[in-house]
């Protein structure tokens, strides 16, 4: 079985269950910590419907603080969140802005991890 990643009905990310059940534990939990919104509305146990106006903020607030921190085991728990979610929103048409160098190298890194997220 695989679980469903979704923008406006259209499937952005489909990983084995198992996997898009932690990803979304991941997110809730970092959305909980920075006490924000994350976009993800759940359509079934399944099926996540991603609401880019919301889920698109939470990406750019998170890779701020990604590449501003310090603390290499933040930086990688962010970045389990990050890398999927640019590439998420990039198939969905929203892209995250790399005006900062640093930005950039983030969206980079996380167009090759797109090669192993199956849509």
Known sequence: MSYSFDIDGHSVWTPALRVGTIYVGYVRAVSEAYEVKNGLESVANDTVEIVPEVFGPFIELLTSRLVVTNHSLLRDQL????????????????????????????????????????R
Do not use: T
Not at 89 to 113: H, K, N, T, W
């Open 79 to 118: 970045q389990v969140v990050v890398q999927p979610g640019i590439v998420m929103l990039d198939r969905g048409g929203f892209a995250i802005s790399e005006e900062r160098p640093e930005v950039g190298e983030l969206v980079r890194m996380a167009r090759d991890v797109a090669r192993s997220m199956p």
